[in-house]
């Protein structure tokens, strides 16, 4: 099947019991035991499976190209499974670049319980391998800076010296990247952004290309961690993915044509489109996706204040945080990662809608001039 047949069904069957086209919302949090002692369809309580997890779960994985998947209430808490996975005294190393949410989670969790992180930029990661080192987490396109990491030369070290390999895949989407076919042993999402898309839940999904030991750890942490999403936000999230082929493709070219008008743009001094030939990354990009996916950062030219000063005039771009929804989105990055931020002062951050992409760029100018 190809992705948008898969999108819509993967993991899915028509109800036995009632017929239901869609597939019903199990609430129930416990499943009856048979006097044999079996269970039906193997669920018992929902912490550790549901029929609503069990579908979003595989149609996860039949999008990455992966054997499994595991759901979380969060995309923080999916990362969390990966690292709690690991052993206190193991080594990771993580991007410079990195979502700050991800990055707070390692420094303010992760090190006090003894995992020990080095933040590398790409070209640097193989210097940094250590005799305990045990993963590379990349972010690509990364998150403010859409920088791309090349995920076939991270295989490639991560093989020469046995390292397991996490890509947060949230800003692309196994629309427009698939990790997992390139070699990753895992791929992140924040299901909150675009798999979902309609800015309603909060989820995030650990995909594994093999059902191996490192994934039952992962499973296990589910599991007994118990940071699953409710079966009506799988519900939902079901329901955004089979629209995401769709969407991702009308998100792109939303931002192709507003990420040319702004590198035109008299008051810009700089674009971060993955998909502008200008991007420094643009031909690696194109080597190992297929698009470039709906967020543009931009450099307002004069200093914060004059980029705040645009993310309050737009009308159309709401501003707020997150990213990946059916409207656009605009915010001021630094303000929102905190102090030890390194995004640059007058950066703006724009998760392109589906709206007209004329009536966004109109809304875009008026704010700008
Ligand atoms: C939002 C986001 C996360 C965290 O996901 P939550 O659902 O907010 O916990 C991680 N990585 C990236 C790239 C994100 O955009």
Not at 12 to 23: I, K, L, Q, W
Not at 292 to 315: C, D, P, W, Y
Request: proline share 5%; net charge negative.
């Amino acid at each position: 099947m190809k992705i948008e047949t898969i999108a819509i069904h993967a993991g899915h069957s028509v109800d036995e019991t009632s017929g239901a086209v869609n597939t019903p919302i199990h609430l129930s949090t416990t499943f009856l035991r048979h006097p044999d002692g079996n269970y039906t369809n193997g669920n018992v309580y929902t912490r550790q499976s549901n029929p609503n997890r069990t579908q979003l779960e595989t149609c996860l994985a039949a999008l990455e190209g992966a054997e499994v998947a595991a759901a979380f209430s969060s995309g923080q808490s999916a990362g969390l499974a990966v690292f709690q996975s690991l052993s206190p005294g193991d080594h990771v190393i993580a991007p410079v670049d990195m979502y700050h949410g991800m990055r707070n989670l390692l420094n303010q969790i992760m090190v006090e319980w003894k995992l020990e992180v080095n933040y590398c930029e790409a070209n640097d990661i193989e210097v940094n391998i250590k005799p305990n080192t045990k993963l590379i987490w990349v972010e690509t396109p990364s998150n403010p800076l859409l920088k791309i990491t090349d995920l076939r030369k991270i295989v490639s070290i991560a093989n020469k010296h046995g390292l397991i390999t996490c890509c947060d895949s949230t800003f692309a989407t196994p629309i427009f990247q698939r990790p997992i076919e390139l070699g990753f042993d895992l791929v992140m999402h924040a299901s909150t952004k675009y798999l979902n898309g309609h800015s309603d839940v909060l989820g995030g999904a650990i995909i594994s290309k093999k059902n191996n030991a490192f994934f039952e750890k992962i499973r296990n942490f589910q599991h007994l961690g118990g940071a699953v999403p409710s079966p009506f936000d799988c519900y939902l999230l079901l329901r955004g993915l089979k629209t995401l082929p769709w969407r991702m493709q009308a998100h792109q070219q939303n931002a192709f044509k507003l990420a040319q008008f702004l590198e035109n743009h008299p008051q810009i001094e700089r674009v971060f489109y993955p998909g502008l030939t200008s991007h420094p990354d643009h031909e690696l990009a194109k080597s190992q996706m297929s698009g470039f996916s709906g967020m543009i950062s931009i450099l307002v030219k004069g200093n914060e204040q004059n980029a705040r000063n645009v993310a309050n005039k737009t009308h159309l771009f709401t501003q707020a945080t997150s990213l990946g929804g059916v409207e656009s989105l605009i915010e001021h990055r630094a303000s929102v990662e905190g102090d030890d931020t390194l995004t640059p002062r007058n950066l703006l951050r724009l998760s392109v809608g589906l709206e007209n992409a004329e009536d966004l760029m109109e809304d875009l100018n008026v704010a700008l001039s």
